[in-house]
């Protein structure tokens, strides 16, 4: 059975302030893929990433593969309430399993202004 | 283009009542996967369905099915519905054949109590 652990589980921060947000596995995942989800609605991809040590950046977001694909982590830089809301990551297994995704706990993110 | 849709939007049901939820795929998208989601927790992988077949089956009981469609289109079915069983069912779809065949896109949600 494949898990992620997502850390923190709550992060409460003043707008201006940097975060990151961790996902780890004993698994290796063919892909990981980083959602944000608000109250009531489904979760919006934000970024995929595939190859190991991949960094992806999305404005002040900042995606990245640890080298064995069983990690990532999500940085944002000089947050902003706007981004208040539910981070999730999940990772994918290989060719049939692309459709189920395997989730972390989620990080619900507060900034303050 | 639209993106994937689910109705109802919510759902109010009794103890030991059965429901049926539908999604609608991204046009184009032949592959249908579904979660449930209790609040306070990431989604869990209840089934993946591609060409009308089913694909995979995450860890919930016999009273979960669902089926596709000719037209992708899916359906799931919960049966003697309990108390737990209360919480926000996700469907997303997929491309196929193609190299972003991983990304998922989910709908709004129906949002199930079970009373």
């Known amino acids: 059975t494949q898990l992620l652990e997502q850390s923190p589980q709550f992060l409460s921060i003043q707008e201006g302030e940097n975060l990151t947000v961790y996902c780890n596995s004993s698994?290796?995942?063919?892909?990981l893929q980083w959602y944000r989800q608000e109250p009531g609605e489904g979760p919006v991809l934000l970024v995929t990433?595939?190859?190991?040590?991949e960094v992806k950046k999305l404005k002040r977001l900042t995606f990245q593969f640890g080298d064995a694909r069983k990690d990532s982590s999500l940085h944002i830089t000089a947050a902003q309430p706007g981004d208040t809301g539910l981070y999730l990551c999940?990772?994918?297994?290989?060719?049939?399993?692309?459709?189920?995704?395997?989730f972390g706990q989620g990080t619900i993110l507060t900034v303050h202004p | 283009d639209a993106g994937v849709t689910q109705s109802p939007t919510h759902l109010i049901k009794t103890r030991g009542q059965h429901v049926t939820l539908r999604c609608s795929p991204i046009?184009?998208?032949?592959?249908v996967s579904w979660y449930q989601q209790v609040l306070g927790q990431g989604p869990q992988f209840i089934f993946q369905y591609y060409e009308k077949e089913e694909r995979g089956r995450g860890n919930f009981p016999d009273r979960f099915s669902a089926r596709q469609f000719p037209n992708y289109s899916s359906e799931l079915n919960v049966n003697a519905l309990l108390l737990g069983d209360s919480a926000l069912y996700l469907c997303a779809s997929r491309p196929t054949g193609t190299a972003t065949s991983y990304e998922q896109y989910f709908g709004p949600g129906t949002r199930l109590t079970v009373t």
């Open positions: 046009s184009g998208h032949k592959s």
């Open positions: 999940a990772g994918a297994g290989g060719g049939t399993s692309y459709g189920k995704l395997t």
């Open positions: 698994s290796v995942f063919s892909s």
């Open positions: 990433v595939v190859t190991g040590g």
